[in-house]
Nanobody
Framework: QVQLVESGGGLVQAGGSLRLSCSAS?????????????MGWFRQTPGKERQFVAT????????YYSDSVKGRFNISRDNAKNTVYLQMSSLKPEDTGVYYC????????????????WGQGTQVSVSS
């Protein structure tokens, strides 16, 4: 089993920055390790579905962002540390939500249903 643990959330004023981290461990049933998996970030607010934020391929060669965060957020990874990061800048109140890290078994997907393993989430609150 793959375990994912997010950290770095908190309360920040609009225009501020935060860096989220996702520490991965374990191995998927297929044998694939998180360092060989695409990793994504999603966010969710009460009453709404989980929303795609960003994803990165296992070798950092491919990165995708949602239109709402493009140019403000940067996803990166350090496979030696089994950690994925989400650097968030110019934060807006609409960025508020619980941010989840996820690992995919195939491809570099942008939909939550294509991710197999999920962390417990970290709360990000942006005040106006």
């Amino acid at each position: 089993q793959v375990q994912l643990v997010e950290s770095g959330g908190g309360l920040v004023q609009a225009g501020g920055s935060l860096r989220l981290s996702c520490s991965a461990s374990g191995r998927a049933a297929s044998g694939r390790t998180p360092s060989r998996s695409a990793m994504g970030w999603f966010r969710q607010t009460p009453g709404k579905e989980r929303q795609f934020v960003a994803t990165i391929g296992w070798n950092s060669g491919v990165r995708y962002y949602s239109d709402s965060v493009k140019g403000r957020f940067n996803i990166s990874r350090d496979n030696a540390k089994n950690t994925v990061y989400l650097q968030m800048s110019s934060l807006k109140p609409e960025d508020t939500g619980v941010y989840y890290c996820a690992a995919a078994n195939f491809g570099v997907p942008q939909v939550s249903t294509d991710y197999t393993y999920w962390g417990q989430g970290t709360q990000v609150s942006v005040s106006s």
